[in-house]
């Protein structure tokens, strides 16, 4: 089992910067890539980031150059860096852990960006 709890959300004006953090706790070893993933009201869930344990990163086209995503291993926590924050980023942001035999998810974060 892994759990995972995001913390980091909240409001904050276009052009604005949040990090999302999440602690990871349980069969850690069992990780293969942790992610994030967002979901806005009345649309699927898509994925935003993605960083696999040998260090390599994926971002989804539309926040590329603006979202950052890092782990920091002494601490397992996982960080989503979101800078020059749009209006259409506003979301629930999910943090998940992709493990050899299932995807383990957090509770989500809501992320809400004003124009």
């Known amino acids: 089992q892994v759990q995972l709890v995001e913390s980091g959300g909240g409001l904050v004006q276009a052009g604005g910067s949040l990090r999302l953090s999440c602690a990871v706790s349980?069969?850690?070893?069992?990780?293969?890539?942790m992610a994030w993933y967002r979901q806005a009201p009345g649309k699927q869930r898509e994925s935003v980031a993605i960083?696999?344990?040998?260090?390599?990163?994926n971002y989804a086209d539309s926040v590329k150059g603006r979202f950052t995503i890092s782990g920091d291993a002494a601490k397992n926590t996982v960080f989503l860096q979101m800078n020059s924050l749009k209006p259409e980023d506003t979301a629930v942001y999910y943090c998940?852990?992709?493990?050899?035999?299932?995807?383990?998810w957090g509770q989500g974060t809501q992320v809400t960006v004003t124009s």
């Open positions: 960083l696999t344990t040998g260090g390599s990163t």
């Open positions: 998940n852990a992709k493990a050899s035999r299932r995807d383990y």
């Open positions: 349980g069969n850690i070893l069992s990780i293969n890539a």
